[in-house]
Structure formats: C-alpha cells, structure tokens
C-alpha cells in the first residue's frame, strides 16, 4: 500500500470520528479541513472533496453542496465504521478505545 492510500484511510478515519462526535453527526467541510490538519493528516480542501465522495459511495455519508460549501452528515454505518463495530475496505480501523 502506498503512503497516499495510508494517508487518505486515515483522512477518512478522521472525517468520520469528527462527524461521529459532531452535533446531528454534521458538519461542513472547511471544519473538517482544520480537523484532519490538527490531527496531523495534512489535508487540502480539494482532498476534503475527494474523500467526501468516496465516502458517499461507500454509504458512509451522505451531503449537500450548498454553493460554495458542501455539509456531510455520517449515516449509521458511517458512525458504526468510526466506532470499529463495522469495517469498510479504504477506511483505517480505530485502534481499541481510541
């Protein structure tokens, strides 16, 4: 596995704690931005995107662009995933009790 594909599991690991532990388990995505950045998973806005739609495909999240800004909202099995009681292939699993 490449340190790209290593990076984006663990990007997407983070948008999905963040979303997880996030009030009606929504947020935007420039918060999401910041959050990965200050975890240490250095992230763009464009990678933001990308991982948005990733996750969507998977049935992780789901969103609405509302012109400039797009707001994601996890689905259960998106916060199951975050949790580590479901895996999904392309997300980092949680360490125990993390």
């Not at 690991?13 to 388990?25: G, M, N, Q, V």
């Not at 009681?85 to 360490?95: D, E, L, S, T």
Request: hydrophobic share 35%.
């Amino acid at each position: 596995m490449s340190y790209a594909e290593t990076l984006s599991q663990h990007r997407r690991l983070t948008i999905l704690k963040f979303l997880a532990d996030s009030p009606e388990y929504t947020s935007n995505a420039s918060i999401m931005e910041h959050v990965c950045n200050d975890y240490g998973v250095t992230t763009s806005r464009d990678q933001i995107m990308g991982e948005l739609d990733w996750l969507q495909e998977q049935g992780l999240v789901t969103y609405k662009d509302n012109g400039s800004f797009r707001v994601a909202t996890a689905t259960s099995r998106g916060v199951d995933v975050a949790l580590g009681k479901a895996r999904n292939p392309g997300v980092q699993r949680p360490r125990p009790g993390a």
